[in-house]
């Protein structure tokens, strides 16, 4: 954790907190971006209930569900495969017209070292742009999509993931600023990402690449950032406005598997 992104919250345990500490941890969150908790113990059963405390649940149309609790989804890698889910930078769930929240992620499965998840603190990366950079951007409006990423000549289809994913005939894409107000805190967060922005609005992808380069190259610095190290018992809980994050995928022939409830979100404003 550091002084731009993420908080370290200990001395609760999600399954049994009061309204209070629920509140404060709803703060932390929207303040810092990401939260993460150690030697937690949530049952699925809880890892649902503690959700629906904090709000709506989003149901996942990419990754495989869990048979008996549809609400989680599963975010694995095998140990005999290559290819990791969200090893890449991105916002989960930009390119809905109302985007999710954001995510509780419980750690079931890791490997003995490495799988750590990177977060980036959008409202940071605004702060930081230079006067230019904030005028460039200042109205404008892009557009989002998951097509190429999960459709059945996406990304993942040309990857030993391609049998693990869901909804590769769905079709998706909204439009939304590109500097938002967070809708509790009213910080102004860059709301950009290189894996589903494709182009501003009224521009061509290949018009928009300069000026969506630089926002990238600048929400990329390390300044931004902090780093999740998992370990038994983790729970993270970010908030998908306010960060980008990239799962690292650098733990050859080991298995990673977490449980992943999605938040229902609320529309998006500049």
Known sequence: ???????????????????????????????????????????????????????????????????EYPEI???????????????????????DQVPAMGSILVARVLPPSGGDTLFAHMGAAYDAL???LKDAVEGLRAFHTADHVYALDGAYAQTDMASELRGQEMKTGAT?????????????????????TIHFEGQTREESLPLLQRLYNAAMDEANQCRVVWEPGT?????NRATWHNALNDYPGYAREMHRITLSGEALAA
Request: charged share 20%; glycine share 8%; no cysteine.
């Open 235 to 239: 729970v993270a809980i970010w908030d």
């Open 73 to 95: 989804a599963i975010v694995r890698k095998r140990a005999d495969q290559q290819t990791n889910i969200g090893g890449a930078w991105h916002t989960d769930h930009s390119y």
């Open 130 to 132: 230079p006067d230019d």
């Open 1 to 67: 954790m550091t002084a731009n992104a993420g908080a370290s919250v200990s001395g609760i345990q999600l399954a049994a907190l009061d309204d209070a500490e629920l509140e404060a941890l709803k703060r932390a969150v929207y303040t810092h971006g990401v939260a993460v908790l150690r030697s937690q113990s949530l049952s699925p059963e809880e890892h649902i209930a503690f959700a629906k405390r904090w709000g709506g649940i989003d149901i996942n149309n990419y990754f495989p569900l869990d048979g």
């Open 176 to 196: 939304h600023p590109v500097v938002i107000r967070h809708p509790r805190t009213g910080r102004r967060l860059l709301y950009v990402n290189p894996s589903f």
